[in-house]
């Protein structure tokens, strides 16, 4: 077969264009696998992404964001109605969720100004969070463990500081971690990954660069490729 002139232009072409709608596909899984709703919309607008279903990613959103927030009521609600099999299978991350709503309940209570302000943070734990606690014998000794060092939270007088174990409690990073375990589960009710391709080489490229600075940077320099700089 004689080749076409234009054969190698045309390919090199025709892969540049295939490498450039890869990668903002990646974008846009990421934007969709992270459950932000505002980017995903915008990206799929602007980067003419065919067929964009965006549905259940402003559910998934709304639901982060409620976590993120602290507004835990609300996110198991839109749970229980879309996600019904997360509350009823899922009762080790059910549990979590009880226990950052109890965070949240003592942390709008102040004792000091109305002792009756914690009644409500009690009663969730009574009602809502120790049953929990007895639902799976396995998990029973792990989980009440878990309820005690938040209703430490009680006893403690946070205006004097609070132990390390207790201060991460209350860290925003403790909602959005969560945030991110209860995404990841929604994903898996639609049978999609947890991680987005660019966060997987995200990761990947923060354990190479642990590993090869750990060891000695000045031993595997590469010429034009600062490892330190990936």
């Not at 965070?103 to 209570?109: K, M």
């Not at 375990?181 to 490229?205: A, D, I, Q």
């Given at each position: 077969m004689v080749s076409s002139p234009y054969s190698q232009p045309v390919a090199a072409a025709m892969f540049e264009?295939?490498?450039?709608?890869?990668?903002?596909?990646?974008i846009y899984e990421h934007f969709v696998t992270t459950a932000n709703y505002d980017a995903a919309r915008v990206f799929a607008s602007e980067a003419a992404v065919p067929n964009p279903e965006?549905?259940?990613?402003?559910?998934?959103?709304?639901?982060?964001?409620?976590?993120?927030?602290?507004?835990i009521e609300a996110a198991l609600e839109t749970l229980q109605q879309e996600?019904?099999?997360?509350?009823?299978?899922?009762?080790?991350?059910?549990?979590?969720?009880k226990l950052m709503q109890l965070?949240?309940?003592?942390?709008?209570?102040d004792f000091d100004a109305d002792p009756a302000s914690i009644d409500p943070a009690l009663e969730y734990a009574r009602a809502q969070a120790l049953p929990l606690v007895k639902l799976?014998?396995?998990?029973?000794?792990?989980?009440?463990?878990?309820l005690q060092k938040v209703m430490a939270l009680v006893c403690i007088d946070a205006s004097k500081g609070l132990p390390t174990v207790l201060e991460e409690l209350l860290d925003q990073r403790t909602r959005d971690e969560?945030?991110?375990?209860?995404?990841?589960?929604?994903?898996?009710?639609?049978?999609?990954?947890?991680?987005?391709?660019?966060?997987?080489?995200?990761?990947?490229?923060?354990?190479?660069?642990?590993?090869?600075?750990?060891?000695?940077?000045?031993?595997?320099?590469?010429?034009?490729?600062?490892?330190?700089?990936?």
């Open positions: 264009i295939g490498a450039r709608y890869d990668i903002l596909a990646a965006l549905g259940m990613v402003l559910v998934r959103h709304e639901v982060k964001r409620d976590i993120e927030g602290g507004r996600y019904p099999a997360i509350v009823e299978e899922q009762s080790a991350l059910l549990f979590e969720l965070i949240e309940l003592i942390r709008a209570s799976d014998q396995a998990e029973d000794a792990k989980r009440m463990v878990q969560l945030a991110v375990r209860v995404n990841g589960e929604m994903l898996k009710c639609h049978g999609s990954k947890e991680m987005s391709r660019l966060e997987s080489l995200r990761l990947l490229r923060d354990m190479l660069r642990k590993s090869v600075c750990s060891a000695s940077c000045n031993d595997y320099r590469v010429e034009g490729i600062d490892f330190v700089e990936l």
